[in-house]
C-alpha cells in the first residue's frame, strides 16, 4: 500500500473496501486518523507492508525500502517476533544507554572496525571483523541492559534492512549501499533505535561471503553477529579496559571521543530545557490507551526516566489526533500517556501548540491534570446507560 500523508489518498495491489481499480491497482481514501508511516498497516482485514507516498531516494533506495517493509508485512509469518515485544517501549525507542557518551563511543568504535571490514578482505577483513565484534562485547560488559533490546531490533530491523539490500540492490552494489546506511546511522542523533539499519546489513554482507545460506539458520534467538563470528571462525574474547581501548584507538577512537564530549555537553543543555517545557512546566498530557501511531525514529531524543521526545510523530486514540509537525511531544517509558507544552488557549476542538495541532473527537474536554496543578489533561464524555 503507497498512501500520501497529506491527502490519505491511496493505491494497494489488492482489492480493498470502497477502492476503485485502476489498471492493476485499487485506489481508495484512508481515513484522517489512519497512521500514515513505512511500517506494516491492517486494512480490510489485510497485513499490508504500508510505505509513505512519494517514495523517497532513487531507484535503490525506493527498492530497498519497498522490501524492507514487505518483509515486516510477513515477519510474524516467519516466526520473527519476539514473544511480548509488542511495537512500544524498547521496541520503538530502543535502551537508553546507547544514546549517551559512553554507548555512543563503543558503538561508533564498532561501526568503524565493520566499516574496514567490509572494504578490506583476507586476513585484514578476518581482523577488522575480530576488533568489531571484540569492541561489541565490551560494550555489553559494561552496558548489560544494551543486550536484550538490541538482540531484539537487530533481528527485525537488521535482518529487515539487510534483506531489503540482498533482493532490492545488484550483488555488485551491495556493500556500497550498506557503506551508505552506515554514515546515515552514525551521523543520526538517535542512536538507541538507528543504528539497527546499518549494523544489521553490515554483519549480513560478512556473512553472505561466507556462507550465502546463514539467513536459513536464523531463529528469532539468533545473534547475527555471532553467526558471522563463527563464520570467520572468530572466538570471541571480552577485553579489558585498556584492550578495548587500544583496539578502538585503531579505529580513530581519539577523534570519536572528542566529538562525543562535546555532543555530550549540547545534550544536557538541550534537555535541561526539555524538562523546563515537558515535566516542569505547564503541559496538556493526553492518555494512550487504545492509541495508534506513526512517527520518524531519526527525530527522537531520550529524556532519562522521562521518556522520549518526539519531533515528528502522529497519534490517535478515542479523544482525537495530534500530529506535531517539528515540535517537542514526549511519550513516557510505558507508552501510558503523551504530553506537550500546554497550548495558549484551551477553547475550541482544534487546538495549536508549538509544532503541533491536536484535534478533538467530539464530547472530549480539556480538563485541569489531577497529577500536576497548573496542567491540563483531555476527558471524555460519560457513557450513556442503559
Avoid at 167 to 193: F, K, Q, W
Wanted: net charge positive.
Amino acid at each position: 500500500m503507497l498512501a500520501d500523508p497529506q491527502t490519505h489518498e491511496a493505491i494497494a495491489n489488492v482489492p480493498v473496501l470502497d477502492a476503485k481499480r485502476d489498471g492493476s491497482y485499487y485506489r481508495f481514501t484512508l481515513a484522517a486518523d489512519a497512521p500514515i508511516g513505512n511500517a506494516p498497516f491492517e486494512y480490510d482485514g489485510i497485513r499490508f507492508a504500508q510505505i509513505k507516498w512519494p517514495l523517497k531516494g532513487g531507484t535503490d533506495k525506493q527498492a530497498v525500502t519497498l522490501m524492507h517493509e514487505s518483509f515486516h508485512r510477513i515477519q510474524p509469518k516467519l516466526g520473527f517476533v519476539v514473544k511480548g515485544a509488542r511495537e512500544e517501549g524498547w521496541m520503538i525507542s530502543g535502551d537508553p544507554a546507547l544514546d549517551t557518551e559512553t554507548g555512543r563511543i563503543w558503538l561508533r568504535g564498532e561501526i568503524h572496525a565493520l566499516r574496514r571490514a567490509l572494504t578490506s578482505s583476507g586476513i585484514a577483513r578476518k581482523e577488522a571483523l575480530s576488533d568489531a565484534l571484540e569492541l561489541r562485547s565490551y560494550r555489553y560488559a559494561i552496558l548489560p541492559s544494551t543486550v536484550a533490546p538490541e538482540h531484539v531490533l537487530d533481528v527485525m530491523e537488521g535482518l529487515a534492512e539487510s534483506t531489503g539490500i540482498d533482493v532490492g540492490v545488484p550483488h555488485a552494489c551491495r556493500i556500497a549501499y550498506t557503506l551508505r546506511d552506515m554514515r546515515i546511522a552514525e551521523a543520526a542523533s538517535n542512536y538507541a533505535r538507528e543504528f539497527f539499519f546499518a549494523i544489521g546489513p553490515a554483519y549480513a554482507e560478512l556473512l553472505d561471503a561466507v556462507e550465502p545460506n546463514w539467513r536459513r539458520m536464523v531463529v528469532p534467538k539468533t545473534s547475527i553477529a555471532s553467526l558471522a563470528a563463527r563464520g570467520f571462525g572468530i572466538k570471541v574474547v571480552t577485553p579489558s579496559a585498556s584492550a578495548a581501548q587500544a583496539i578502538l584507538a585503531r579505529y580513530g577512537g581519539a577523534a570519536i571521543e572528542r566529538e562525543e564530549a562535546v555532543r555530550e555537553r549540547r545534550r544536557v543543555a538541550r534537555e535541561a530545557e526539555y524538562r523546563a517545557e515537558l515535566v516542569t512546566g505547564p503541559t496538556l498530557r493526553l492518555p494512550m490507551k487504545d492509541f495508534r501511531i506513526s512517527f520518524n525514529a531519526k527525530y527522537t531524543q531520550r529524556l532519562g526516566r522521562y521518556g522520549t521526545v518526539y519531533h515528528h510523530v502522529i497519534v490517535s486514540a478515542p479523544w482525537g489526533r495530534i500530529k506535531v509537525s517539528h515540535g517537542d511531544a514526549m511519550i513516557d517509558g510505558n507508552f501510558s500517556s503523551l504530553t506537550v507544552a500546554a497550548p495558549a488557549t484551551l477553547a475550541g476542538s482544534t487546538l495549536h501548540g508549538n509544532g503541533w495541532v491536536l484535534e478533538l473527537s467530539p464530547g472530549e474536554k480539556i480538563v485541569p491534570d489531577s497529577k500536576k496543578p497548573g496542567s491540563y489533561t483531555v476527558a471524555s464524555p460519560p457513557l450513556p446507560r442503559d
